[in-house]
């Protein structure tokens, strides 16, 4: 059995023919699990490495959308579980741009603590292009292709995006989709600061190294001239404010169709209107990251969220909840 969109279990031959009925599988999971721990009507929020799915439950089950559902700025047209899926999560890239501009995302990297043998942070890491290092895997070393950069990092292993700049002449979009390319193969991987890091900082969690995400707070925060628990605590405020949005595009879009994604996320910066949001739906948190998260989110929403036990493997029991169920009515 596989699990499907629609959060229904599918023989695995009709899914090897229609493989596209699988998009969005994991947030059906999901969806499934907060349904079963729910007594009513609730907001479903799994806040994971990557991405924030957020998926709405009517009467104690999660709602269908026939056109399929919203992934960033896309449609799946596929029948699925309506969910709205943003890119922002634990491991979510922290990149301050050359003007000292802040972004959290979307793309993900392997937050700094939890990297084994890395250079100090103090050699490579800072602003703009040298925000985020590329790691050679071992075994990779003989499979990629023979070109300008990969024969860069053969040499080197472990580099910044500035360093292939300096070397090759390399950059922008032409590099991205190479180490994209890379990436994808599992022959890279790239790390950097992120909001695991400032949860390590700040003393909430201590499942890596903290001294290497204190060292990158510090190095990150002088290029905005704050110290490095004040870095941590602004990405912690920051992550939830991009989750808090994503929340409040997901019920718009839900109920008008519309989505305000471009006012909501500059509402906070208007110089002359102020708008503030609430939910009246409790929120129901699953995933590693949320409660860490989502506690500032309801607070700021005016609602409250609760974390069923084992929440942290919710999407897991929900796919076996839905194979349970395929299994009663077989």
Not at 278 to 289: D, M, R, V
Request: hydrophobic share 40%; charged share 20%.
């Amino acid at each position: 059995m596989v699990v499907s969109g629609n959060g229904k279990a599918l023989e695995a031959e009709k899914v090897i023919k229609e493989a596209g009925l699988t998009v969005a599988s994991g947030p059906a999971c999901t969806a499934h699990f907060g349904a079963s721990k729910s007594r009513g009507d609730c907001l479903v929020i799994d806040v994971g490495g990557t991405t924030t799915d957020i998926a709405m439950i009517e009467d104690g089950q999660p709602l269908l959308a026939p056109d399929g559902c919203q992934i960033g700025r896309w449609k799946t047209h596929v029948e699925a579980i309506d969910m709205h899926t943003g890119g922002i999560g634990g491991d979510s890239h922290v990149h301050i741009d050359r003007m000292g501009r802040l972004t959290i995302g979307p793309a993900r990297v392997t937050p700094l603590s939890m990297v084994k043998k890395m250079p100090p942070v103090a050699e490579w890491l800072g602003a703009d292009n040298c925000s985020k290092l590329i790691v050679l895997r071992p075994e990779a070393m003989h499979e990629i292709p023979d070109n300008e950069l990969n024969r860069l990092l053969r040499e080197k292993a472990q580099l910044t995006p500035a360093t292939i700049r300096e070397r090759t002449g390399l950059g922008g979009i032409p590099l991205d989709v190479q180490l994209e390319q890379l990436a994808r193969k599992q022959q890279i991987f790239e790390c950097g600061f992120t909001p695991t890091d400032a949860l390590h900082v700040l003393g909430k969690i201590d499942i890596g190294d903290r001294n290497v995400a204190k060292a990158g707070a510090e190095l990150l925060g002088k290029a905005l001239n704050i110290s490095g628990e004040e870095f941590s605590l602004l990405i912690v405020k920051n992550t939830e404010e991009l989750i808090e949005n994503l929340i409040i595009d997901y019920v718009t879009r839900h109920y008008w169709q519309n989505s305000l994604t471009n006012f909501i996320s500059t509402r906070n910066d208007h110089p002359v209107l102020g708008v503030d949001f609430s939910i009246k739906l409790p929120l129901i948190g699953i995933g590693a990251a949320a409660r860490y998260f989502l506690p500032g989110v309801a607070k700021t929403l005016r609602t409250s969220v609760s974390f069923p036990e084992h929440c942290e493997v919710g999407n897991a029991i929900g796919a076996a909840i839905i194979g349970m169920e395929k299994l009663c009515h077989m």
